[in-house]
């Protein structure tokens, strides 16, 4: 993923973000510090944010000199008690909305279900170990076949990611254990990984990481649209 463009050229990123765990923190935090550098972000939350959470990111989602932090509600009410199915089910359409009409350079989902998204942007997959705990301990309240069903709707997104993330390398493991092997996958944990920017997984990461996918997908679209198949290093 050697290919980038310039990280300040990124105008719009689409972050989506539930309510499991401390998604919240970790998704409000990168979209504050990305609209700081001066990318439009637009978070896609299917539940409303804590009060503690738009108490310290509140001010900047109407937009700050630099750059703009916007925030959308699903507008379906989830209890928390729903099974996964449901939930995908109910966000797909409502995310494909946003993607088109927002028209974002990278969709960043922090939420299990949606990587086959109809979108026309690469799809990063952040899978976090609070996720796959809560998908254990809704597997125990569901039949078996109705779960791999479930299992196999995960499994088809994360492969049509064009990078699937984890905060560490057990997390990873364990992702690649349950749902498959993956094109191409990122260990977030700056400690345990020699790759560059795996070390370097701060802010401006992200912002290289985008650009490298981004130049990807449109250097496909251009061999594409010319009949030739670019070899991308």
């Given at each position: 993923?050697?290919?980038?463009?310039?990280?300040?050229?990124?105008?719009?990123?689409?972050?989506?973000?539930?309510?499991?765990?401390?998604?919240?923190?970790?998704?409000?935090?990168?979209?504050?510090?990305?609209?700081?550098?001066?990318?439009?972000?637009?978070?896609?939350?299917?539940?409303?944010?804590?009060?503690?959470?738009?108490?310290?990111?509140?001010?900047?989602?109407?937009?700050?000199?630099?750059?703009?932090?916007?925030?959308?509600?699903?507008?379906?009410?989830?209890?928390?008690?729903?099974?996964?199915?449901?939930?995908?089910?109910?966000?797909?359409?409502?995310?494909?909305?946003?993607?088109?009409?927002?028209?974002?350079?990278?969709?960043?989902?922090?939420?299990?279900?949606?990587?086959?998204?109809?979108?026309?942007?690469?799809?990063?997959?952040?899978?976090?170990?609070?996720?796959?705990?809560?998908?254990?301990?809704?597997?125990?309240?569901?039949?078996?076949?109705?779960?791999?069903?479930?299992?196999?709707?995960?499994?088809?997104?994360?492969?049509?990611?064009?990078?699937?993330?984890?905060?560490?390398?057990?997390?990873?493991?364990?992702?690649?254990?349950?749902?498959?092997?993956?094109?191409?996958?990122?260990?977030?944990?700056?400690?345990?990984?020699?790759d560059l920017v795996a070390r370097a997984w701060s802010?401006?990461?992200?912002?290289?990481?985008?650009?490298?996918?981004?130049?990807?997908?449109?250097?496909?679209?251009?061999?594409?649209?010319?009949?030739?198949?670019?070899?991308?290093?």
């Open positions: 993923m050697n290919r980038a463009v310039d990280p300040t050229s990124l105008s719009r990123i689409l972050l989506t973000v539930d309510a499991i765990g401390d998604a919240w923190h970790y998704v409000f935090g990168l979209a504050t510090e990305l609209s700081s550098r001066g990318a439009e972000v637009l978070v896609a939350a299917l539940q409303a944010p804590p009060a503690d959470v738009l108490r310290v990111s509140g001010p900047t989602l109407d937009g700050r000199a630099g750059g703009d932090l916007l925030l959308e509600v699903a507008p379906f009410a989830l209890t928390g008690a729903e099974p996964p199915w449901r939930v995908a089910a109910a966000a797909k359409p409502w995310l494909e909305r946003l993607a088109a009409a927002w028209a974002p350079d990278v969709v960043h989902l922090s939420t299990l279900g949606h990587g086959a998204l109809a979108v026309d942007a690469p799809v990063v997959s952040v899978v976090h170990a609070a996720a796959l705990a809560w998908y254990d301990a809704s597997a125990q309240r569901f039949p078996g076949p109705i779960w791999s069903r479930q299992d196999e709707v995960i499994a088809r997104g994360l492969r049509r990611s064009a990078l699937v993330a984890a905060p560490t390398a057990p997390v990873l493991e364990t992702v690649g254990k349950r749902y498959g092997a993956f094109p191409r996958t990122l260990v977030l944990d700056t400690q345990s990984h020699a802010v401006a990461s992200h912002l290289h990481v985008y650009g490298a996918l981004i130049a990807e997908s449109r250097a496909r679209r251009a061999s594409t649209d010319t009949g030739t198949c670019a070899v991308l290093r």
